[in-house]
Each structure stands twice: as structure tokens, then as C-alpha cells.
């Protein structure tokens, strides 16, 4: 039986040959996992890895799915926050893949936000040299961004994401319900990267968030919408540029100083979450683009506005607990995947929407830039 879609429910096709895959988005998709699944699967056995906040809300409610379609689940429940994409956390995950003798035609489900997504993506990208993946994400982040595209990794003590591969998952399922329990926090965080697209190249999106994001906090169909809106963005960025050649990099916008502040917090979860750091790093893109006389000061004010008004920290000032000097924050910049020849990458902006990469960008202007605005 294949998909049957509500009236609520929607489709984004991210179209990569014979890889291409279906975003399903709308309430009560968890309930249907075995439906879905079945429907796609040759196999008919799956693991599930998950985090400690995630599996007592929705875990059951999986498995039991699962076991309504006759497919055959174990499942691993890992702790929760950035901390756990790492090789500590990799052994194990892989470990119950191949413990649970999931073959290739099986498949290996994330259920949770971007950490779970990453983490499992690896670990299903090498077990057998690649096997296939179903990403179910349960926080706004990881069902706007983190769950296209196919970017899987760990953070190493020398950066973020430093570790990992391209590995597409077959098919992601986006429960809005579950959106319902995350918390406010984690909520922001996501929308940070739902604002991204709107920089990126969506003048017209980011309007309509300025617009319409009370709507998109209190659920309903603005929510389903801008979930929907972000996962096409996406969706064509990735299928021009899968492994980031190029256009891809806008994806980036904001990352390179947000990656390089949740190093410098040592992905400590309570100081520094990945959105958070994205919205102070989209904000320092704006206003670093508008000292090299590229974007007006004006675009930056108004950037930040929104994402203060919605409750993001804007300012590396605003990270509790202190950082370290500009110059640490620099070497952080340095091992950035964007760098080529030594010379730095930035995703710059002529203005909302306008952005663009920029390559060989001056070190010594981005350290000037950082001393300036640091806190200390
Ligand atoms: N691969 C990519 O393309 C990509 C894109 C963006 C971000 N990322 C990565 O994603 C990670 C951040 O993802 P995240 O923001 O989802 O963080 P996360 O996975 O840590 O989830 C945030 C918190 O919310 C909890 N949670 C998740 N869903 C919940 C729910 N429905 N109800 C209650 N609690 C819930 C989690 O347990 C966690 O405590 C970072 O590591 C970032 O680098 C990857
Ligand atoms: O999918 C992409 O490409 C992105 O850049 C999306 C980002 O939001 C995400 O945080 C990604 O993991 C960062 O990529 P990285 O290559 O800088 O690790
Ligand atoms: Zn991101």
C-alpha cells in the first residue's frame, strides 16, 4: 500500500537520480512509520536510535507502528545534546546496527532532532559501506534542515561536523505533532535556520516570517507551511549541488562564525545551542558584509530585530560563561570545511536575501571584525 496523504500532509521530492527521496510533512506520520516504510522497504527490519528526551513521547508509538507492518525493530536510546555526536557515541549506534544483523535492503531509522540525524546518518553511511536510512525528525531544526540533504558527521575537539559523509537518507518523515513538546528553546533555535532561507536568497520569505511568525510558533497551517517552504528550499539547493561544489555553501550562511562559538562553548548544550549559534553567526554575516561596504548597516539592524524579537540570542556577548579571545575563535575558523588553499570562505550578503559566497576573504579582517565585537 503505498502513501496515503491527509489533506494536511505535505510532499517535498528531493530529486537526485535514482537517490531521489520523499519529505513527508504533517501531523500523526509517527503513527504511520510501518505504513510508510513498508510501502518503500524491501527488508523488513529496522533499528531505531534515539535520545533519552525523544523515546519516552514517541518511541512506542513507533514501534508499535512498525510491528502493525510486520517489520521487526530493535532501538537504542542515547543521551541527549550536541556532546553525543561523537566517536564515544558512534561505537555503540553501529554496534546495535550490526548487533540487530541489519542488512542492506534493512534500514536504520533517526528519531530525534539534528544530534540523532547526524550521528545515525554516519553510522548508517559506513556500516556495510552504506546502508539505507530513514530520517524521522522530531525537532523544528531537523525537519527544516538538518534531515535533507544527506551532511551526516560527529564535532572533533577541532570543529564541527569535522567527521562524516554524504549519505542520503530513503525517505524522511516530519510529524509536526511532535513539535507540540520541544521546548521553546529548541523551538527558536529551528527557526533560526527557517530564517536562514529567507537571507539566503528569499527576500520575500523573510518578509513573510517578519510578518507571520507568531502564527509559525503557535502551530497550525503557518507552521506546516514554513516547514514545508524550507524543505523545498532545500531540497533544490541539494539536488543542484549534492556534495557542495558550489551553490550548496549558501546553506553555510551564518555557520562559519556560529560553527567556530560552539567550539569555542565546547558544544555544551546549556550555553550554546546550534541555532543559536547560527542566528548570532547570520547576524554577524550581515554586519561583517556591511563593514566590507558590500550590504547596508540598515539590513543588518533589521535582521537582527526579528530574530531578537522572537527570543535568539543576536550577540556574542549574550553566550553565558564567557569566550575565549578572538584569536581562538580564528583557529576554530580555520579548520572550517569551507576553507580551500588556506585561504578563507565566507557566505557574505549584499542585502536580505542577496547573499553569495565569497572566497579568499582577508583573515586579518575577520580577526579586526571578531576583537571588535567581542565581549570581553
Ligand atoms: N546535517 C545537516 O544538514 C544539519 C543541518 C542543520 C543542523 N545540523 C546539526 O543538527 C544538530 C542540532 O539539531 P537540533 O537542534 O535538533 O538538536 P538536538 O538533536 O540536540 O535536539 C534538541 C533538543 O530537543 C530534544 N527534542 C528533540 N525533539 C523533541 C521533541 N519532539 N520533544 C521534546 N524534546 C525533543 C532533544 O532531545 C534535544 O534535547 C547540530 O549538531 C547541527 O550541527 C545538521
Ligand atoms: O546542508 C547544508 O549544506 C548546510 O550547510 C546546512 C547547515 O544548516 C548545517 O548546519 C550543516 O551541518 C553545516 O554543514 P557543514 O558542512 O558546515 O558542517
Ligand atoms: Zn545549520
Request: with cysteine.
Amino acid at each position: 500500500m503505498m502513501s496515503q496523504m491527509t489533506p494536511s500532509e505535505r510532499k517535498v521530492r528531493v530529486n537526485l537520480g535514482d537517490r531521489s527521496y520523499d519529505i513527508l510533512i504533517g501531523p500523526g506520520l509517527i503513527a504511520a512509520t510501518g505504513r510508510e516504510i513498508g510501502a518503500r522497504l524491501k527488508g523488513r527490519r529496522v533499528a531505531v536510535i534515539t535520545d533519552e528526551n525523544v523515546a519516552p513521547r514517541y518511541l512506542d508509538p513507533m514501534m508499535a507502528s512498525l510491528a502493525q507492518s510486520g517489520i521487526e525493530a530493535v532501538s537504542l536510546v542515547l543521551p541527549p545534546g550536541e556532546k553525543t555526536k561523537s566517536f564515544d557515541h558512534l561505537i555503540p549506534v553501529c554496534d546495535a546496527i550490526l548487533g540487530a544483523r541489519i542488512e542492506r535492503n534493512d534500514a536504520v531509522i533517526a528519531l530525534g532532532g539534528g544530534v540523532i540525524g547526524d550521528l545515525t546518518g554516519f553510522a548508517a553511511g559506513i556500516v556495510r559501506r552504506g546502508s539505507r536510512f530513514i530520517q524521522v525528525p522530531t525537532s523544528l531544526l531537523a525537519q527544516v534542515d538538518s534531515s535533507v540533504g544527506g551532511k551526516t558527521g560527529i564535532n572533533s575537539p577541532h570543529g564541527k561536523n569535522l567527521i562524516g559523509v554524504f549519505h542520503q537518507p530513503d525517505l524522511v518523515l516530519a510529524d509536526t505533532d511532535v513539535l507540540d513538546t520541544l521546548s521553546p528553546r529548541e523551538f527558536r533555535a529551528g527557526y533560526a535556520e527557517v530564517a536562514k532561507y529567507g537571507l539566503i536568497d528569499k527576500p520575500a520569505f523573510f518578509h513573510w516570517l517578519e510578518q507571520n511568525w507568531q502564527a509559525v510558533f503557535a502551530g497550525g497551517s503557518a507552521r506546516i507551511e514554513a516547514i514545508a517552504a524550507s524543505c523545498q528550499a532545500k531540497a533544490d539547493v541539494v539536488a543542484a549541488d549534492e556534495r557542495e561544489n558550489g551553490l550548496r555553501a549558501l546553506l553555510n550562511f551564518g555557520h562559519t562564525f556560529g560553527h567556530a562559538l560552539e567550539a569555542a562553548t565546547e558544544y555544551d548544550s546549556n550555553r550554546l545551542v546550534h541555532g543559536e549559534g547560527v542566528a548570532i553567526g547570520m547576524v554577524l554575516a550581515h554586519e561583517f558584509s556591511a563593514r566590507m561596504n558590500l550590504a547596508s548597516p540598515d539590513d543588518a539592524r533589521r535582521v537582527e530585530a526579528h530574530l531578537k524579537t522572537v527570543g535568539l540570542p543576536t550577540r556574542m556577548g549574550d553566550i553565558p560563561g564567557g569566550l575565549p579571545p578572538a584569536e581562538r575563535l580564528m583557529d576554530a575558523i580555520a579548520q572550517d570545511k569551507k576553507v580551500k588553499g588556506g585561504k578563507l570562505t565566507f557566505i557574505l550578503t549584499r542585502g536580505v536575501g542577496q547573499s553569495f559566497v565569497a572566497d579568499d576573504v582577508p583573515a586579518s579582517e575577520v580577526l579586526n571584525f571578531l576583537k571588535e565585537k567581542h565581549p570581553q
